[in-house]
């Protein structure tokens, strides 16, 4: 499961796992950058503009109304229709016109990944077999048309992004989850229903699993869940004016060039407190010229860069080397990791010695500088999980923070245990139209090299990537490719959101793998059967996590390289910002202008 | 060069040079190509495309062998920070005299020399092979006429209506890693000279059919049939020597265009692998992260190799063009 990043992630190959759509990697280069750590460098919160000062605190805290909030965006979404986008910044932008079931608690640091209620009272309840959940809806809440919002209206949200043929961008976790996955949405079945969904009285709604889902409170996170008026629903021109259950409503949308929103005078902000309308008037301009919007960011033309994946290398050399721009920039941890797929079934990596050698012998500096250094590229990662996900525990195993340019000593003792005292060939695939993943596999060839290990690179495009050649087990198999460099992001903060289509044995298909290491160990998989179980309470099921991490790592299935970070530039215009851990950008649903 | 002296055959007519010459001295009868050479190296323009020639083929053979490792990492000459190299001008020093490359402080003189290598070789043989095909092709074409030109003359067509990129990008993703016992970057250069030579050789092949065409029907033609000469002594014996000029300079003009048609494929990601340096990734690895922003000289040194060498082909191939063929005066 992996948000996409970026619309530059075009190559995402949408895989029907299990569970989750699966899209892999970004080639969005998450420019980010790193002062070292997670979230857990602190600053007090509520304060004074600093460096990485929005990480764990809100910057320019303010209660101050009125103003224009402008928003730019380098390319477009893929649609402003919340049941219809993948984007994590659509996501996070739509929170201000469409309020999901549930929400993510508007906080900084790690508060943020939290779930609260959003228009239901509270959070879902499982039923004791685990297949039921429930929803309570607030009453009196209304759509910006004055209509109330009712249970009906959430059941057609989510009934109408069962057609993909009119709404083919969000993600399909209701039809893999729930009971009735034939249904055939209310466009083509205007007369039928989704069984699955029932409304037993206005507001209360449940939802009916095909089998156990403890994380099914991520899922009614989701902007699909937002309530749409079946009677204002226009099909693939929805997004153009979606009814709002938001603070902001539309009032102009010109499909790719300019949105414009404006206070929605049916909101109240007691019914929505992680949600604020401070602006009076919100702008969000399209198609704007990467290197040209970040120019009139730095000039305060514009407030925030919509897609919050960080500036460009021209403006990221103007800030780092500016201190008083600095001060006003955050380097935030995008939740998503680079690393290599470590195979467990091509021999001789399928020997964990080997795969240990490999681990020892990488040298993480170089990966980090590849994906662009410590700002731009990231943080030395040393786990599976980000420190931005439940369940990230801080180890290791392979002295990658130790040693970052890699502990050659203990690859030879690996390599002699493996049986290749002497080093051993490899096949290393990774996608030769991303010029960061290139130079990637370039440097791990050279630093390999260095005990004798010898890769040979095999560069794909983007686009088959997932579904013809790393993704396809038979053909790493036939071509001996050991190594498979990847990239990925939870679609929600947690363990399972991370980690089961990456490394959970059931996860292996024959196209569109997104195991790729084929790790089906025993042990991690029955540690994700255990998670599972709906009676397990979250502190144990975060320790699971952690656990599986770590098993995952004692297999060595999993080279980690870098945690991903964006160097985002905070306007100073801009009130109460502060970074929402789970977007790794600024809070958009918060913001307000101080001039 | 192999010009007929057939006077009939001789596409210059009578040129001004022939008969000018300076008092008292008497008047010497010069071949074609002592002509043309004479033109050629009143040429200045020319002249200088010829020489940069020669260097480009001298750094290509002899440079790899003077310069360092292309492949060693140098990161203690690069800013972490800003992924650019240290100093100014992309890390110019008298060890780096190019400077090094972002993010892994490689030897950018050394990537250059042995991207202009792989460049070349590509090039030249990839153009051997377009010629080759381009006049077997077009001679018979031109000659024979009737069905077999008809036949001959729409596959050209239909080359020159391919979807040329798009098949090379598809076909180097689906080859196999290792094919008639090459493996890696030497199966790849093979690949890549087919792909580039094989579908630039109908350009070749329409310009001698062209000039089979006006030959043909030419005196010193039927005597030879008349003699009775077979088609193929015709074809190679008697036609393919008036074809030298021609050729020649097609195959000058068309080298520029495969060096640049294989910069674009290793734009793409579909030519050379990784490590070995090639022109073309490096000027993508400089556009799409961004580089060129932060360190111009990453761009501009593979960008300006790409443009002299293409410009030294095209002026070159100009000048050879005016000198054997002065009808375009």
């Known amino acids: 499961m992996k948000r996409r990043k970026s619309i530059a992630i075009a190559a995402c190959a949408a895989l029907t796992g299990l569970t989750l759509a699966a899209c892999s990697s970004s080639s969005s280069t998450p420019t980010s950058g790193s002062s070292g750590g997670a979230s857990s460098t602190g600053t007090s919160s509520g304060g004074a503009e600093a460096f990485n000062a929005s990480l764990n605190g809100v910057v320019n805290p303010s209660t101050k109304k009125g103003g224009t909030l402008t928003f730019a965006e380098s390319s477009v979404p893929d649609s402003l229709d919340p049941g219809d986008t993948y984007y994590d910044w659509t996501w996070n932008f739509t929170r201000l016109y469409a309020t999901p079931l549930v929400t993510y608690k508007s906080a900084p640091g790690s508060a943020g990944l939290q779930i609260t209620p959003g228009i239901a009272t509270g959070l879902g309840t499982e039923s004791a077999n685990g297949l039921v959940w429930t929803y309570h809806l607030k009453h009196g809440l209304k759509f910006s048309d004055g209509e109330a919002i009712t249970s009906a209206d959430v059941k057609y949200a989510v009934e109408r992004t069962y057609d993909r043929s009119v709404l083919p961008n969000g993600p399909t976790y209701f039809p893999t989850l729930l009971a009735d996955p034939t249904y055939p949405g209310p466009y083509k079945d205007k007369k039928g229903t989704l069984t699955s969904v029932t409304t037993p009285d206005a507001y209360t709604i449940q939802f009916h699993l095909l089998k156990p889902f403890p994380d099914f409170n991520y899922v009614a996170a989701i902007p699909q869940t937002a309530p749409v008026p079946p009677s204002k629903d226009t099909g693939a021109n929805y997004q153009l004016n979606p009814i709002s259950s938001g603070p902001y409503m539309f009032s102009s949308y010109q499909l790719n060039k300019q949105a414009t929103l404006v206070d929605n005078p049916n909101w109240t902000p007691t019914e929505d407190p992680q949600a604020s309308q401070l602006a009076s008037k919100i702008v969000l301009d399209l198609n704007v010229n990467a290197d040209d919007l970040d120019n009139r960011l730095l000039a305060g033309d514009i407030d925030v860069d919509a897609q919050g994946t960080g500036v460009q290398a021209a403006a990221r050399a103007k800030i780092l080397s500016s201190p008083t721009l600095m001060k006003n920039a955050d380097d935030a941890l995008s939740g998503f990791l680079w690393f290599a797929y470590l195979n467990t079934k091509v021999a001789p990596m399928n020997n964990v ?97 260095r005990v004798g290990i010898t890769v040979q690179l095999h560069g794909y495009t983007s686009g088959a990537y997932y579904t013809d050649f790393a993704g396809s087990p038979n053909y790493v198999h036939q071509h001996d490719l050991g190594i498979d460099m990847g990239g990925w992001a939870a679609d929600w903060p947690d363990g399972y959101g991370f980690l089961d289509e990456l490394t959970n044995g059931n996860a292996i298909v024959p196209a569109g793998n997104t195991n790729i290491s084929e790790l089906n160990d025993p042990v991690v998989n029955n540690l994700f059967t255990q998670a599972t179980n709906p009676k397990l309470s979250s502190a144990a099921e975060t320790a699971i996590w952690s656990q599986i991490d770590h098993e995952i790592m004692k297999d060595a299935a999993i080279l980690p390289e870098v945690y991903a970070k964006s160097l985002l530039y905070r306007s100073p215009n801009i009130t109460n910002a502060y970074v929402q851990g789970y977007y790794g950008m600024y809070n958009y649903a918060v913001l307000g202008v101080s001039s | 060069m192999a010009v007929s002296l057939d006077p009939s055959a001789g596409q210059s007519g009578p040129s001004p040079e022939a008969g000018v010459s300076s008092a008292g001295v008497p008047i010497e009868g010069r071949s074609l190509g002592q002509i043309a050479w004479r033109r050629l190296r009143r040429d200045r323009v020319a002249m200088a495309g010829g020489i940069i020639i020669v260097f480009l083929i001298l750094v290509a053979v002899i440079g790899p062998h003077l310069v360092q490792n292309p492949n060693t990492y140098n990161p203690n000459l690069v800013d972490p920070t800003f992924s650019r190299p240290i100093g100014p001008w992309g890390g110019i020093s008298l060890a780096h005299p190019f400077g090094v490359e972002p993010v892994t402080g490689r030897d950018m003189l050394a990537r250059t020399v042995v991207g202009a290598q792989y460049s070349l070789l590509i090039g030249f043989l990839a153009t051997v092979l377009a010629v080759v095909i381009g006049v077997f092709f077009g001679i018979i074409a031109g000659y024979f006429g009737g069905w077999v030109d008809t036949v001959i003359a729409r596959s050209m067509d239909v080359f020159l209506a391919f979807p040329l990129l798009v098949f090379a990008i598809a076909l180097v993703g689906v080859i196999p890693d290792t094919a008639w016992g090459l493996s890696g970057n030497s199966l790849r250069v093979v690949l890549l000279v087919f792909i580039i030579g094989f579908f630039a050789w109908p350009y070749m092949g329409r310009i001698v059919r062209g000039q089979v065409i006006s030959l043909r029907e030419r005196e010193f033609v039927d005597a030879a049939r008349s003699i009775g ?32 048609f294989e910069a674009t494929l290793d734009y793409l990601g579909v030519g050379l692998i990784p490590p070995t340096p090639s022109w073309g990734q490096m000027l993508s690895n400089a556009v799409t992260n961004g580089f060129y922003y932060i360190d111009p000289m990453f761009m501009v040194i593979p960008g300006l190799a790409i443009f002299i060498t293409v410009m030294a082909f095209n002026l070159f191939g100009d000048g050879l063009r005016d000198a054997l063929d002065p009808r375009t005066h």
Not at chain 1, 397 to 404: E, F, G, I, K, T
Not at chain 2, 230 to 255: D, K, Q, W
């Open chain 2, 229 to 260: 000469a077979r088609g193929p002594y015709i074809l190679f014996r008697e036609l393919l020597p008036n074809l030298v000029a021609p050729i020649l300079v097609y195959s000058t003009l068309l080298i520029p265009t495969n060096i640049l």
């Open chain 1, 353 to 449: 010695a080997c795969r240990e050698a490999v681990e020892y012998a990488a040298d993480k500096t170089e990966q980090q500088d590849a994906y662009g250094g410590p700002y731009a590229g990231g943080a030395i990662a040393s786990t599976v999980m980000p420190p931005n996900i439940v369940g990230y525990k801080s180890f290791d195993l392979y002295n990658a923070l130790s040693q970052p340019s890699g502990d050659l000593t203990a690859a030879k003792a690996a390599l002699k245990t493996c049986g290749h005292p002497n080093g051993f060939t490899t096949g290393l695939a990774y996608r030769s139209d991303r010029p960061k993943e290139v130079q990637a596999a370039e440097s791990l060839q050279a630093a390999l090299a």
